[in-house]
């Protein structure tokens, strides 16, 4: 049997409601913060979570722009944006700082 495609952020997101959720349909240009609860079960729908503090460095990275982040009060550098969803990632974490 295989996992739905969203499966580990539909779980993450029920174990942190905090997170925010960035929506993106075929149709739109630019990533939205979603209305819901929940990320969409739909395939044709792009999902992204983030913990709160990262939005708008998550908003930069999926458009395409630099990001920077601050592991551990270490000098900021620029990270690889990768739109592959990882619940382990620095935009899943609450001590790293983001830009």
């Given at each position: ?8 952020m ?28 929940y ?16 939005l ?44």
């Amino acid at each position: 049997m295989t996992k739905h495609k969203k499966f580990e952020m539909l779980v993450a997101k029920g174990l942190d409601m905090d997170l925010v959720i960035l929506l993106k349909y075929p149709s739109m240009k630019d990533w939205e913060v979603s209305p819901n609860a929940y990320p969409p079960h739909k395939d044709h729908v792009e999902a992204f979570l983030c913990r709160p503090e990262h939005l708008a460095a998550c908003r930069k990275g999926l458009s395409g722009e630099i990001v920077e982040v601050e592991f551990d009060e270490e000098q900021w550098r620029v990270v690889k944006f990768d739109q592959i969803w990882s619940k382990d990632a620095w935009y899943m974490d609450k001590e790293v700082r983001s830009r």
